[in-house]
Every structure is written in C-alpha cells, then in structure tokens.
C-alpha cells in the first residue's frame, strides 16, 4: 500500500500519460540510476564481481549507474580466509580500488554466514568452540576496511527461509557452537572495530506475501527486536529484493505495514539484493521483461515509501554475467535468465525504466542525505 499523496501522484502521471510518461521515460534514461536516486537522498548501486571488471564496456556502465558496489562473492570467507589466519584482500581491494577511482562507494557483504565458508572452518569452530574464531575475523576484516567500507551486512541470512517448514534459526554451525549468541558476537564485533561503520543485518524472505513470508516477517522481528533489547550494535535490515515474476508476489499492504515496523524500531531499510526471477514465464522476452519490471516497481514503489529507505542495490547491473540455467530443460531450450536491467549486451531493458520511474516518484530524504556517506 503506498500512501495517498504518492497514489494521487501517480494518477495524475497515468492520467497524463501519453505526454507526461513519455517525457519522463526520456528524462529518465537520460539521467542515471545515481542521479535520480540520489536526488531523492538515496544511494543506488549495485554487486560487481572484480573479474567483470576487465570488461570495458561493463566497467564503464558500472560507475555510470552505481554509486555504491557490493562485492560478489570477494568479501565471502572461502575468498578472504582458505587457509586459517591467512587472509587474502586482493579481490576485495581490486574492487575497492576501482570504486575509489570512480568516486564509488564500497559495501561490505558478509561478514558471518553460513555458506562460502573455507573448508577447514566448520571443524575448526566445533572442535575448538572459541568464539574468536567468529570475533578475530570480523575484526581483522573491518580493520582492514576502517573509514574505506562504511556500510555492512555483518550477519547474512541466520533464519530458515518461508519455503523451509516452520521457520526459526537457520541451522548451521555457528548456531550448533554458540547458539543464536553468534549474532550479538558479530555486531559488537564489527562495531569494536569500526564504531562509524552502518551494521546491518542481512535476509530474503520479507518481501513476498505468502503466510510463510508472514511468519518469516514475524521472526525477523522478533530477531531484530532480541538484538535492540540485548543493546547489541544492529543499525538496520538489508531486504535482499529477490523477487519473482511469475512466482509468489509481494503484497503492498504487508510490505508497507512490516517497513512501518522497522521504521518505528529506529532501522534503516536498505534493499541489498535487487533481481526478478523470470524462470517460470513465457518464452516470449517482451512479456517477461514487462513482468519483472512490473514487479519490481510494486515493491520499490513500497519501499522507496518508506523514510528509513536510504539504500538500493540490485544483484548485479546485467544479465551478462549470469550464470546459466540449471535445469536441463532450461539449458536445451536455450533460456536465458534476464532478472536484471541491463541486457547481455549492454542495452537498457524495461526494468531500467521501472527503476528509474520509481526513484523519480519517490518521496525525498533531505534528512537522510548524510546516508549517502554509507
Ligand atoms: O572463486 C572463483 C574465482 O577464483 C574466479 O576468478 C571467479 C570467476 O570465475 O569465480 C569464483 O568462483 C565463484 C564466484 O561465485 C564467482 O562466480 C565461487 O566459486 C562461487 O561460490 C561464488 O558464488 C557466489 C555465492 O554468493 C557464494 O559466494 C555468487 O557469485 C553470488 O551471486 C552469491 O550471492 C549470494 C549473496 O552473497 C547472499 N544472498 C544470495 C546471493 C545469491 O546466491
């Protein structure tokens, strides 16, 4: 549900539409994603990975749309740590150099997860059960980083996703070792570290209106609020935004309602993650392309609502560097995944435009402008 002042704003758009749409689509491409979200005092960007950078086509698109990166996979533990208390930064600073050079902002994703662990990792926590194994790497990271990433999902994805049953803590070994407590050792950590730095906390699940995403909320919640009670340093949620097409879809109403919980609680909203499955739809590329910029302007409309907003990154800029289909059906029909706002080669598609509208008719954040610092 967006609010009453938007909706009348919006009409008024549609009831003018062949002038004022049109006039807007074109003053929106012409204007990048940085601008049009900055001018409303939010801060758009998007995850890279460093390899992506060699393309020069790509490596131009990024700063011109992005004002903050998210590192794709350089920040994971798997990268920085294989070997114990042998850290390895270069993805890492490949990426921070080039944001640097842009007068780009860097994003660190994540700090503690459950996947993309190194393979000695888990064994190591069981055995030994020392929670500096937890503690001394998220230190040694934001050290690393201080006053350079400003911004962190220090925790990523600690509940059971809507499609796994009852919902609760997501079982992994840092649960098994130290119980739900590895969350309040992450934060104080990162916080030790670098008291400036925004800590955030890191999930999917919030955004669709299916009752397990009603549950999933619901635990959200109750996480969030343990971490305020306990004084633990969490500044905000990051929503990853991975939403789909033609599958189950956001619910205004319940998105706005649960973003007016976060706001109430003093949170930041950031949306992470940003991508629309289209894996399910028509083969036809006019109508999928449609879909997911349908639905991606449903939820941004929502969330670009909601004050405590102040961040959107998608998962990626273009479909060029997706992985390829899974399934062998997909794979032997040639389908090619197309949930982001570039297309492979570099061409703008209808979500670009649906991003673009969406920050243009969002509501502006002068008080949060000093967000766009993190
Ligand atoms: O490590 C190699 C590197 O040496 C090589 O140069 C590079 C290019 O080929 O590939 C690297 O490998 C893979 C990397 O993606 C880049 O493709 C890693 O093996 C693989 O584990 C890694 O997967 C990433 C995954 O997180 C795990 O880190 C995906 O790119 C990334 O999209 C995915 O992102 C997650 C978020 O962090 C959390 N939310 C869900 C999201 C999607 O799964």
């Known amino acids: 549900m967006i609010s009453r002042r938007r909706a009348l704003g919006l009409s008024a758009a549609f009831a003018a539409f062949p002038a004022r749409a049109s006039e807007s689509v074109l003053r929106a491409n012409d204007i990048s994603l940085r601008a049009l979200a900055a001018a409303k005092g939010i801060l758009f ?19 011109r749309e992005a004002a903050v990166l998210v590192p794709e996979y350089e920040m994971k533990r798997d990268v920085i740590e294989p070997k114990p208390g042998s850290y390895d930064f270069s993805g890492c600073d490949t990426l921070l150099g080039f944001a640097a050079g842009q007068g780009l902002k860097l994003r660190g994703h994540p700090l503690v997860w459950h996947w993309a662990n ?11 059960r020392d929670p500096r194994l937890l503690t001394d790497y998220v230190t040694r990271v934001v050290r690393n980083y201080r006053g350079r990433i400003r911004s962190y999902d220090v925790v990523n994805e600690a509940l059971i996703p809507p499609d796994g049953g009852a919902g609760g803590w997501r079982p992994c070994f840092w ?38 995403n009603d549950r999933f909320r619901r635990h959200t919640l109750e996480l969030l609020d343990g971490l305020l009670k306990r004084s633990v340093p969490v500044q905000g949620l990051g929503l990853q ?7 189950a879809k956001i619910d205004q109403r319940k998105l706005a309602a649960f973003l007016g919980e976060l706001e109430a609680r003093g949170l930041a909203v950031l949306v992470t993650e940003l991508d629309v499955d289209d894996e399910v739809g028509p083969r036809d590329i006019a109508s999928r392309d449609r879909a997911v910029a349908d639905e991606a302007r449903r939820f941004l409309d929502v969330v670009l609502d909601c004050r405590a907003t102040r961040t959107v990154l998608t998962w990626g800029l273009s479909d060029r560097y997706l992985d390829p289909p899974q399934s062998l059906r997909l794979k032997l ?8 706002a570039y297309d492979r080669a570099l061409s703008p598609k209808p979500l670009r435009a649906a991003l ?6 969002a509501r502006s954040r002068p008080e949060a402008n000093k967000a766009s610092s993190r």
């Open 175 to 212: 649960l098994d070792v130290f119980g739900p407590n590895y969350l309040d050792l992450a934060f104080h950590a990162a916080h030790e570290a670098d008291p400036d730095a925004l800590l955030i906390y890191n999930d999917f699940g919030c955004e669709q209106g299916t009752p397990a």
């Open 356 to 361: 673009a509208q969406a920050f243009q008719g």
């Open 241 to 247: 935004g991975h939403l789909a097409a033609f599958g």
């Open 45 to 63: 960007g998007s995850a890279a990975a460093s390899y992506e950078l060699r393309d020069t086509d790509f490596a131009a698109l990024l700063p």
């Open 118 to 128: 190194p393979a000695w990792l888990e064994d190591v926590v069981r055995t030994r």
């Open 333 to 340: 029909t040639g389908w090619q995944d197309r949930r982001l």
